[in-house]
T-cell receptor, first 116, second 118 residues
Framework: AQSVTQPDIHITVSEGASLELRCNYS??????LFWYVQSPGQGLQLLLK????DTLVQGIKGFEAEFKRSQSSFNLRKPSVHWSDAAEYFC??????????????WGLGTSLAVNP | DARVTQTPRHKVTEMGQEVTMRCQPI?????VFWYRQTMMQGLELLAY????????DSGMPKDRFSAEMPDATLATLKIQPSEPRDSAVYFC????????????????FGPGTRLTVT
């Protein structure tokens, strides 16, 4: 069965420091991978996605993620974190059910705190 | 700009009362998802629709929850009767699925309805 694991429940970094949020997935075929961000009191916003092609994908707000098939990972990175990046980050993998009923399988999220 | 809207944004109600949450998907999107988010369970998929037809509602407690799409611009999630354990944030998301090979899994989320049942 498809699954997504985000090993870090909570991460704290200093403003200006680099960031890497981990995501591991379990999926038999080529995955469709996503990172979403949820600011406090808000809905989820799509940061970036990977479908095929270049394994390093760029997203909004200066984020990037790298798909590594050999490690079943899709880690999110940012070279310099801003205080406004404090939020909850969710990794998700697209999964086809029987009958092509597409949905996303979600990780439990990583909460990011940014120290000034 | 196009976005998913949800009403109400906040709802406080007493146990036993009916609650109706509404969602307006992005115009042209043909897939609608209902999620529930709690601290304990994270993000749970309750139900989803394509072209207004329910595809999967296995995540939804059938005895008290119901989801419908009266038309392409409105999705509703009802809880009757509500219970304190239903307190959560309920999100609606919409997406566009064209064909097996010609679409994406992208979902666009609304701001959510924060439900408190006392």
């Amino acid at each position: 069965a498809q699954s997504v694991t985000q090993p870090d429940i909570h991460i704290t970094v200093s403003e200006g420091a680099s960031l890497e949020l981990r995501c591991n997935y379990s999926y038999g075929a080529t995955p469709y991978l996503f990172w979403y961000v949820q600011s406090p009191g808000q809905g989820l916003q799509l940061l970036l996605k990977y479908f095929s092609g270049d394994t390093l994908v760029q997203g909004i707000k200066g984020f990037e993620a790298e798909f590594k098939r050999s490690q079943s990972s899709f880690n999110l990175r940012k070279p310099s974190v801003h205080w406004s990046d404090a939020a909850e980050y969710f990794c998700a993998v697209g999964a086809d059910n029987a009958g092509n009923n597409r949905k996303l399988i979600w990780g439990l999220g990583t909460s990011l705190a940014v120290n000034p | 700009d196009a976005r998913v809207t949800q009403t109400p944004r906040h709802k406080v109600t007493e146990m036993g009362q009916e609650v109706t949450m509404r969602c307006q998907p992005i115009l042209g999107h043909n897939t609608v998802f209902w999620y529930r988010q709690t601290m304990m369970q994270g993000l749970e998929l309750l139900a989803y629709f394509r072209n207004r037809a329910p595809l999967d509602d296995s995540g939804m407690p059938k005895d008290r929850f119901s989801a419908e799409m009266p038309d392409a611009t409105l999705a509703t999630l009802k809880i009757q009767p509500s219970e304190p354990r239903d307190s959560a944030v309920y999100f609606c998301a919409s997406g566009l699925v064209l064909s097996r090979y010609g679409s994406s899994y992208e979902q666009y989320f609304g701001p959510g309805t924060r439900l408190t049942v006392t």
